[in-house]
């Protein structure tokens, strides 16, 4: 029974103290206080950069070479707004970091800050974490990349330093694809856009704009009526007709249609005559010459050759002929 009695209260005292470990974890305040530095820390950032741009050329010769002992300097006075402090701590986030795009770093403590206080899961934090650090990267890279002649440090030493080693390596015209194919990298990543959609629409312009270059030229029906008109208005060569009159005959009469065509014009305009009708009419006219002129040359060969036969079949004809 004496060991029983001995047991109990070491039982007792290990409840009591996991009880108070419990009570220590649960305890909600420190989340709570821990954000509330976080978020005045933003605050407090975010006002110091914001003087920083107004007043960094004046206070930039006091905080260039720092010291632990500008602290201690009681009579060393800065236009920041913040003061010393302000002065020094966006001098250090803004020359020897990451230029404008530190902006990001107040939204992460104001953000990591409403988080602990509202004792919210710190996924969403860390997912905008992200973001937030890949923006720090590219803002610092293409502010320093368009805005390196100005005296101000855009991309602070991060971008300034990685902008020269980008350019020596790529070249500006790499430097400037790599920054575009970041954007667009990063675009997707973060809309996930339909770019099927993109691409009907891609195609139905280029259908209009086809139809509308159609329209701008004239119509090939046109162009084919005129040609067989012309075809069919040609007289059909008779047998005893030579090849020099075929072929005058032709020409003149292509030169009357090109004149009556000239002298009558339509009444519409958009039904006048237009170049490549001319140009086809005149193609057509010449091809009808040639044939005309190949034709009576087949011809006259048959003729020969016809003669040739009857001289063999009758001798006494061929005979009496060349007598």
């Not at 002992?69 to 920041?80: K, P, R, V, W």
């Not at 009708?277 to 060969?301: F, I, M, N, P, T």
């Amino acid at each position: 029974m004496a060991r029983q009695t001995k047991r109990k209260p070491a039982k007792a005292t290990r409840k009591k103290t996991s009880k108070k470990k419990t009570a220590r974890k649960k305890d909600d305040r420190y989340p709570k206080i821990l954000g509330a530095v976080l978020l005045l820390s933003s605050v407090y950032l975010a006002i110091a950069f914001i003087s920083y741009i107004f007043t960094w050329q004046t206070d930039q010769d006091k905080v260039l070479r720092f010291s632990w002992g500008i602290f201690a300097q009681g009579d060393l006075s800065m236009t920041n707004w913040l003061g010393r402090l302000g002065a020094i701590v966006s001098h250090m986030f803004f020359y020897w970091g990451f230029g404008v795009s530190s902006f990001f770093f107040v939204a992460m403590f104001a953000k990591l800050g409403t988080t602990l206080m509202a004792q919210k899961p710190l996924t969403g934090f860390w997912n905008f974490a992200k973001i937030c650090v890949l923006g720090i990267v590219f803002a610092s890279i293409t502010l320093e990349f368009a805005l390196s002649n100005i005296a101000f440090p855009w991309g602070g030493a991060f971008g300034e330093s990685t902008y020269i080693w980008l350019s020596n390596f790529l070249g500006n015209a790499g430097l400037f694809l790599l920054i575009l194919f970041s954007a667009g990298i990063f675009f997707i990543w973060m809309f996930n856009p339909n770019l099927h959609k993109w691409d009907v629409n891609w195609k139905l312009n280029i259908d209009l704009s086809w139809l509308n270059f159609k329209e701008a030229i004239p119509s090939f029906a046109g162009i084919t009526s005129t040609a067989t008109a012309v075809a069919e208005s040609l007289p059909r060569r008779n047998g005893d007709t030579s090849p020099e009159q075929s072929h005058d005959e032709f020409q003149e009469e292509g030169h009357e249609l090109e004149s009556s065509i000239d002298e009558n014009p339509l009444a519409n305009d958009s039904l006048q005559p237009t170049f490549l009708e001319r140009y086809s009419v005149g193609k057509l006219l010449g091809r009808k010459s040639d044939q005309a002129d190949s034709d009576s040359s087949e011809d006259h060969v048959e003729m020969e050759l016809d003669i040739n036969s009857n001289k063999k079949d009758n001798p006494q004809t061929s005979s009496v002929e060349e007598s």
